[in-house]
């Protein structure tokens, strides 16, 4: 639910998964979930990194950033819809971070698999520190400090990343498998679901069209184009999760991505 009715403008917290893990599961790379967080919170290229790494030491994964949890807190970003009314919209990745020793997730106090864990609608971290980028791993002193607020937050809906592109050692059918199980947990929450087909700049056609598929047999989810590398409708997949959060403004325009490539 929104926050804060009348005094200030309301907030959402929007929570971005997709597959998550170990080589074994993702293959040499992830999915796209940090660098289309990157790119929505920070507008300005120079703040967008391409590399986000979840292999951590001992060390790094208990720093206030990780804090001890599979998810980063990407801050704040304020946003004001088509009909001039304006929001809050807090970002949340959920993910797994490897243990660069063992090359095991990293044990937290959740030791829920993934599928369950992600799907979580209530989150809580004391004093956890907003994520900027690698480098600010350990020298969180030299970056700037936002605290998630209140060490909690109540998600109010996903953004379901799905990698359409080659990918690296994974096969499409196996992410596919995951975000199956995923989605069967995350539906219980009955809150909304978009999906972010990622990588559109390198996308393989058959996958977007098998992905297309599964959207239209789960409740005809959106299914929103995007990269976070031609910077493409990146904002457009959280608008369009912020209108079905806010249900009185509608159904929102989806754009194609060769569509929006072309009014870039
Ligand atoms: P984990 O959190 O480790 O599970 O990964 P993730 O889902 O957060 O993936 P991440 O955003 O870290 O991206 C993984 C790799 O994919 C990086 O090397 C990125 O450069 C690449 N990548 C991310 N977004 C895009 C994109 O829009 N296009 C292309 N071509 N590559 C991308
Ligand atoms: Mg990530």
Redesign the pocket.
């Known amino acids: 639910m929104a926050k804060n009715k009348e005094a200030r403008p309301p907030t959402y917290a929007v929570s971005v998964v997709?597959?998550?893990?170990t080589e074994k599961e993702?293959g040499n790379?992830?999915?796209?979930?940090?660098?289309?967080c990157?790119r929505y919170v920070c507008s300005n290229a120079d703040g967008y990194y391409?590399?986000?790494?979840?292999v951590l030491s001992t060390i790094d994964f208990g720093g206030r950033v990780v804090n001890n949890d599979h998810f980063l807190y990407w801050g704040e970003v304020p946003h004001r819809s088509d009909d001039g009314l304006e929001c809050k919209i807090q970002i949340i990745?959920q993910?797994?971070f490897i243990d660069d020793q063992t090359f095991l997730p990293h044990r937290s106090t959740n030791l829920q698999p993934y599928s369950k864990r992600a799907a979580a609608s209530k989150l809580q971290s004391a004093e956890k520190l907003m994520y900027i980028c690698t480098d600010q791993l350990g020298l969180e002193q030299d970056f700037d400090q936002k605290q998630m607020a209140d060490g909690k937050l109540n998600i109010d809906g996903f953004l379901l990343?799905i990698d359409v592109?080659k990918g690296c050692n994974r096969k499409f059918e196996d992410q596919m498998k995951f975000v199956n199980s995923l989605y069967s947990q995350m539906v219980k929450s009955k809150k909304p679901i978009v999906i972010a087909a990622?990588?559109?700049?390198?996308c393989m056609e058959q996958y977007l069209r098998d992905l297309q598929v599964f959207a239209a047999s789960k409740k005809n989810l959106l299914v929103v184009e995007?990269?976070?590398?031609?910077r493409i409708n990146v904002d457009l997949c959280f608008n369009a999760l912020t209108q079905q959060m806010d249900k009185p403004r509608g159904k929102p325009k989806i754009i194609p991505y060769l569509e929006a490539y072309k009014v870039q």
């Open positions: 997709g597959l998550s893990g993702k790379c992830g999915v796209g979930k940090s660098c289309l990157n391409t590399e986000h790494t979840s990745e993910t797994e990343c592109s990622t990588k559109c700049d390198e995007t990269s976070a590398r031609s």
